[in-house]
């Protein structure tokens, strides 16, 4: 996986962008969370996102999903 | 990340940010459209002048036709989870802004560029006094705190005293206030008969005035203290800080240039000004999308040089002094200009003084006068008359023979300030009424 700017991400950071986005697609589509499971998620998708927008891979908006 | 780096990835984020605005926010649109600019035609830095300039004035009058925050937001107030306002040092009515749950992280984020960057670890102990209202002042830097791992100290509605209590009995590492407030809490603990000097604290970071650049102002603070101390500056209009000190101490602030554009123009022509002369910063933001924020004119005056004149490394740019105080600060006294931040560099010379304030008035009804009203401390009021001597020749040198009163007041009557002080009293009336006040310089 490479960024924006062609560098090639470590298994790590990888890893850690992988988590983001399957947090937004969770937070996106699923209708079954329970409060306290969809809070902490918009938590850590809120805190991935630093991560993914540090690496520079554009990770976009995510106010649609509350965060 | 060299510098070709960081300005493509700023294209890059420039252009992002100029989709998203178009999309989101009418308002900005239209003011796009107007200028002929969108995403797709903005493909270097040199198209950011063709970006609308957008000043204080605008936002303000856009809030008051819609109250409360205006036609700004890119997304629902229900996506918020923070509210805050400007402090009002210019203008006539606060700003009011909102974030999210991730520009909240951002705004922690950026703090933690300027605490790492001033060598802040996970084993320091952070106090912050500050009074944790709705001004942001320090809410991003004691989230940044938590965010690196220190144990925090929040040390709102305390008095001076019980402050100093707590940073000595918890043995704080870093203090964070204003430059006026560290100085402050400095004479506290000497009328307390406390040896600061050789406390815990190894840190101070300064915020909240242009004084954490003023070097008087500094080396006073360091030595009162026995710690370094760096400066750092943020606007709420962006939330958080966009430049910061770091461990090598350059004599300037560092600008956050993967998550800001900083562009520095005459404040009257708005055109760009070269690497080491004075101009007006303006800030394009990436971070917070609630309110996005394009060439936003600060009315900050600085002075951008290269990165390479600091040691530590980094490819960020640097304004040299910090932020030299503001295009309407500049006082016209009898055809010259006084500037508080160069006054305040002067008196900071003497460690005997305590506060001081800038008193602008007209005499006779029909001229204008300046005096600087200065609190000796006691300990050192027998050396008064040659500290208020020694102050008048060095005041009037700095500004070109322009006679400047000196005068004594009573210790521990001048205004303290915890947040931003405000030590210029502009007195003055319009020359021939008898009382109407002037307005402007």
Same mark, same amino acid.
């Given at each position: 996986?490479?960024?924006?700017?062609?560098?090639?991400?470590?298994?790590?950071?990888?890893?850690?962008?992988?988590?983001?986005?399957?947090?937004?697609?969770?937070?996106?589509?699923?209708?079954?969370?329970?409060?306290?499971?969809?809070?902490?998620?918009?938590?850590?998708?809120?805190?991935?996102?630093?991560?993914?927008?540090?690496?520079?891979?554009?990770?976009?908006?995510?106010?649609?999903?509350?965060? | 990340?060299?510098?070709?780096?960081?300005?493509?990835?700023?294209?890059?984020?420039?252009?992002?940010?100029?989709?998203?605005?178009?999309?989101?926010?009418?308002?900005?649109?239209?003011?796009?459209?107007?200028?002929?600019?969108?995403?797709?035609?903005?493909?270097?830095?040199?198209?950011?002048?063709?970006?609308?300039?957008?000043?204080?004035?605008?936002?303000?009058?856009?809030?008051?036709?819609?109250?409360?925050?205006?036609?700004?937001?890119?997304?629902?107030?229900?996506?918020?989870?923070?509210?805050?306002?400007?402090?009002?040092?210019?203008?006539?009515?606060?700003?009011?802004?909102?974030?999210?749950?991730?520009?909240?992280?951002?705004?922690?984020?950026?703090?933690?560029?300027?605490?790492?960057?001033?060598?802040?670890?996970?084993?320091?102990?952070?106090?912050?006094?500050?009074?944790?209202?709705?001004?942001?002042?320090?809410?991003?830097?004691?989230?940044?705190?938590?965010?690196?791992?220190?144990?925090?100290?929040?040390?709102?509605?305390?008095?001076?005293?019980?402050?100093?209590?707590?940073?000595?009995?918890?043995?704080?590492?870093?203090?964070?206030?204003?430059?006026?407030?560290?100085?402050?809490?400095?004479?506290?603990?000497?009328?307390?008969?406390?040896?600061?000097?050789?406390?815990?604290?190894?840190?101070?970071?300064?915020?909240?005035?242009?004084?954490?650049?003023?070097?008087?102002?500094?080396?006073?603070?360091?030595?009162?203290?026995?710690?370094?101390?760096?400066? %750092?500056?943020?606007?709420?209009?962006?939330?958080?800080?966009?430049?910061?000190?770091?461990?090598?101490?350059?004599?300037?602030?560092?600008?956050?240039?993967?998550?800001?554009?900083?562009?520095?123009?005459?404040?009257?022509?708005?055109?760009?000004?070269?690497?080491?002369?004075?101009?007006?910063?303006?800030?394009?933001?990436?971070?917070?999308?609630?309110?996005?924020?394009?060439?936003?004119?600060?009315?900050?005056?600085?002075?951008?040089?290269?990165?390479? %004149?600091?040691?530590?490394?980094?490819?960020?740019?640097?304004?040299?002094?910090?932020?030299?105080?503001?295009?309407?600060?500049?006082?016209?006294?009898?055809?010259?200009?006084?500037?508080?931040?160069?006054?305040?560099?002067?008196?900071?010379?003497?460690?005997?003084?305590?506060?001081?304030?800038?008193?602008?008035?007209?005499?006779?009804?029909?001229?204008?006068?300046?005096?600087?009203?200065?609190?000796?401390?006691?300990?050192?009021?027998?050396?008064?008359?040659?500290?208020?001597?020694?102050?008048?020749?060095?005041?009037?040198?700095?500004?070109?023979?322009?006679?400047?009163?000196?005068?004594?007041?009573?210790?521990?009557?001048?205004?303290?300030?915890?947040?931003?002080?405000?030590?210029?009293?502009?007195?003055?009336?319009?020359?021939?009424?008898?009382?109407?006040?002037?307005? %402007?310089?």
């Amino acid at each position: 996986m490479k960024n924006t700017t062609g560098v090639e991400l470590t298994e790590s950071e990888q890893a850690l962008v992988e988590c983001y986005r399957t947090l937004v697609r969770i937070l996106k589509k699923s209708n079954d969370l329970a409060p306290f499971e969809r809070r902490n998620a918009l938590k850590a998708v809120a805190a991935l996102w630093q991560i993914a927008n540090g690496l520079d891979m554009d990770p976009g908006q995510i106010y649609d999903i509350g965060a | 990340m060299p510098r070709e780096q960081i300005e493509a990835l700023q294209v890059r984020k420039l252009k992002n940010l100029l989709a998203w605005t178009q999309e989101s926010v009418p308002w900005h649109a239209k003011r796009l459209k107007a200028a002929g600019v969108s995403a797709d035609n903005v493909n270097s830095l040199s198209d950011l002048g063709r970006i609308p300039m957008l000043t204080r004035d605008e936002w303000m009058e856009a809030q008051l036709e819609q109250p409360p925050y205006g036609p700004l937001l890119a997304a629902p107030q229900e996506a918020a989870i923070r509210y805050h306002l400007t402090s009002g040092t210019t203008g006539r009515i606060p700003l009011q802004v909102l974030d999210s749950m991730k520009d909240w992280e951002w705004i922690a984020e950026m703090w933690c560029y300027g605490f790492w960057g001033f060598g802040v670890r996970p084993s320091d102990i952070v106090f912050f006094a500050f009074s944790y209202g709705t001004f942001v002042g320090f809410w991003g830097a004691h989230y940044a705190s938590e965010k690196i791992g220190c144990l925090v100290l929040p040390g709102g509605n305390m008095t001076t005293e019980a402050r100093v209590k707590q940073i000595l009995g918890m043995k704080a590492t870093v203090v964070c206030s204003t430059p006026t407030y560290a100085l402050r809490m400095a004479q506290e603990a000497r009328s307390m008969g406390v040896d600061l000097e050789n406390s815990s604290v190894k840190r101070l970071i300064l915020s909240g005035e242009p004084a954490g650049s003023i070097p008087a102002t500094k080396r006073l603070i360091e030595s009162e203290w026995g710690a370094r101390a760096a400066d %750092t500056a943020g606007m709420t209009e962006v939330g958080t800080i966009m430049i910061f000190e770091c461990e090598k101490q350059p004599g300037g602030t560092h600008i956050i240039e993967d998550h800001f554009i900083e562009e520095v123009v005459n404040p009257e022509s708005g055109e760009p000004v070269p690497y080491g002369e004075q101009g007006e910063r303006l800030i394009t933001s990436f971070g917070r999308g609630f309110i996005p924020v394009l060439r936003y004119r600060t009315r900050d005056l600085v002075v951008r040089v290269p990165a390479g %004149t600091c040691s530590c490394g980094r490819t960020f740019d640097i304004y040299e002094g910090g932020i030299r105080g503001r295009v309407d600060d500049m006082k016209l006294v009898r055809g010259t200009n006084v500037y508080p931040r160069a006054v305040e560099a002067i008196v900071r010379e003497y460690k005997e003084i305590d506060e001081f304030r800038i008193h602008l008035y007209t005499a006779d009804g029909r001229q204008d006068e300046i005096e600087v009203l200065v609190e000796i401390a006691p300990a050192h009021d027998s050396q008064a008359e040659r500290i208020l001597h020694e102050l008048r020749k060095a005041l009037s040198q700095a500004h070109e023979g322009l006679r400047i009163g000196v005068k004594q007041v009573d210790a521990g009557s001048l205004p303290r300030f915890e947040l931003k002080a405000k030590r210029l009293q502009d007195d003055r009336i319009v020359i021939g009424t008898t009382g109407e006040r002037r307005t %402007t310089a």
